[in-house]
Antibody
Framework: EVQLVQSGGGLVQPGGSLRLSCAASGFTFGSYWMTWVRQTPGKGLEWVANIKPDGSDKYYVDSVKGRFTISRDNAKNSLYLQMNSLRAEDTAVYYCARDLPSTHKNFDYWGQGTLVTVSS | EIVLTQSPATLSLSPGERATLSCRAS??????LAWYQQKRGQPPRLLIYDASNRATGIPARFSGSGSGTDFTLTISSLEPEDFAVYYC????????FGGGTKVEIK
């Protein structure tokens, strides 16, 4: 059974840092693109970043470039999102997701989500 | 950025009725459109990809159609578990989501 189990998240002050983790099981993690998507009541669903199976290519939405870093450890079947210089507008539920292999950029499995709140 | 506009914002229907949801793209996206279902407190669930292909395990009552700029998700006969929020998503020019349509019980 494919599972993505997230950890990390919580309350952080503006300008602070946080690291999200996503532990994968039930599939060959190192063969899949992986993605972070966030959701807010106001802006809805927003793609944040994704990473190639071998970690060699990474892409980010403009609003997080230079502040967030996506990474993966295929030996540990884990995906990460390091978030620095956090802003109030980064407050959201963050999901990790597996890319559908036939299409890439569609997501067939999702983590349970983790809430990140940026507030003083 | 390609903008996806979903309509209506809310659809009030009874179980057994047919639901028709619309997603319009601000420019042509060929058939690179997916549909997701999201229930409260849960992550989105992939229903349809590339406009008309059902994802694994999705019941046949869900169908998708369209190409270019206009797309439709149809639920042929609503089951109680289908009342949820539905989102469209394009992958033609990077990746964006629509604002969602809530299907509620009338």
């Amino acid at each position: 059974e494919v599972q993505l189990v997230q950890s990390g998240g919580g309350l952080v002050q503006p300008g602070g840092s946080l690291r999200l983790s996503c532990a994968a099981s039930g599939f060959t993690f190192g063969s899949y693109w992986m993605t972070w998507v966030r959701q807010t009541p106001g802006k809805g669903l927003e793609w944040v970043a994704n990473i190639k199976p071998d970690g060699s290519d990474k892409y980010y939405v403009d609003s997080v470039k230079g502040r967030f870093t996506i990474s993966r450890d295929n030996a540990k079947n884990s995906l990460y999102l390091q978030m620095n210089s956090l802003r109030a507008e980064d407050t959201a539920v963050y999901y990790c997701a597996r890319d559908l292999p036939s299409t890439h950029k569609n997501f067939d499995y999702w983590g349970q989500g983790t809430l990140v709140t940026v507030s003083s | 950025e390609i903008v996806l506009t979903q309509s209506p914002a809310t659809l009030s229907l009874s179980p057994g009725e047919r639901a028709t949801l619309s997603c319009r793209a601000s420019q042509s996206i060929s058939n690179y459109l997916a549909w997701y279902q999201q229930k409260r407190g849960q992550p989105p669930r992939l229903l349809i990809y590339d406009a008309s292909n059902r994802a694994t395990g999705i019941p046949a009552r869900f169908s998708g159609s369209g190409s270019g700029t206009d797309f439709t998700l149809t639920i042929s006969s609503l089951e109680p578990e289908d009342f949820a929020v539905y989102y469209c998503q394009q992958r033609s020019d990077w990746l964006t989501f629509g604002g969602g349509t809530k299907v509620e019980i009338k």
